[in-house]
């Protein structure tokens, strides 16, 4: 599974608010498609604050009351990448003359990550963040976000058979659809 470190309150707004398109320079994702861990970053992004009044009100007005929307330095949940793509590929001029792209959420330029199915977690998972699209030892097993761990956690350990499908991976939080 992979993680994405995102400043809040654009982070609340992936996995509450509806935000479906993230913004990006570049590809981070390369052709990577599936679930991303969302980390929190721990540095809010005061700027952003603003700009998600000015992009969705319901969203900024129920980001206000979150607590979830303070929480930095931790994953808040999960979506699935479903695409990626350069700008160029859903830019379009309407015929009022304005120029729209794939999402209200998506900007003008750069890449877009294209996020679905998002589930918070049942309660902040403390992690390191850092930059880019990174590999981790989570995955989503059930209903449950887990790290493999080097033992056996099935009990079959020295005992003949084979060992339980999620065996080597212990729950750390609970998804749950927001």
Not at 8 to 26: L, M, T
Not at 54 to 82: K, P
Not at 135 to 152: F, K, P, Q, S, Y
Request: aromatic letters at 6%; glycine letters at 10%.
């Amino acid at each position: 599974m992979r993680i994405l470190t995102v400043r809040q309150p654009w982070a609340w707004a992936i996995i509450h608010g509806g935000k479906d398109v993230e913004n990006r320079v570049r590809n981070i994702a390369g052709d990577y498609h599936g679930p991303i861990a969302i980390h929190a970053a721990k540095a809010n992004d005061v700027g952003a604050w603003r700009a998600l009044g000015r992009l969705n009100m319901f969203a900024y007005g129920a980001a206000l009351d979150a607590r979830e929307s303070l929480i930095g330095g931790a994953i808040i949940g999960v979506v699935d990448l479903a695409e990626s793509h350069p700008v160029e590929t859903c830019i379009r001029q309407e015929h009022d003359g304005d120029w729209t792209v794939c999402s209200e959420w998506a900007e003008r330029s750069g890449h877009h990550l294209v996020l679905a199915n998002p589930r918070a977690l049942d309660q902040p998972v403390p992690w390191k963040g850092a930059l880019g699209l990174r590999r981790t030892n989570l995955d989503i097993i059930g209903d449950h976000l887990a790290e493999r761990v080097d033992t056996c956690t099935c009990g079959q350990s020295g005992v003949w058979g084979p060992h339980e499908p999620a065996c080597g991976y212990e729950p750390i939080a609970r998804l749950v659809t927001p």
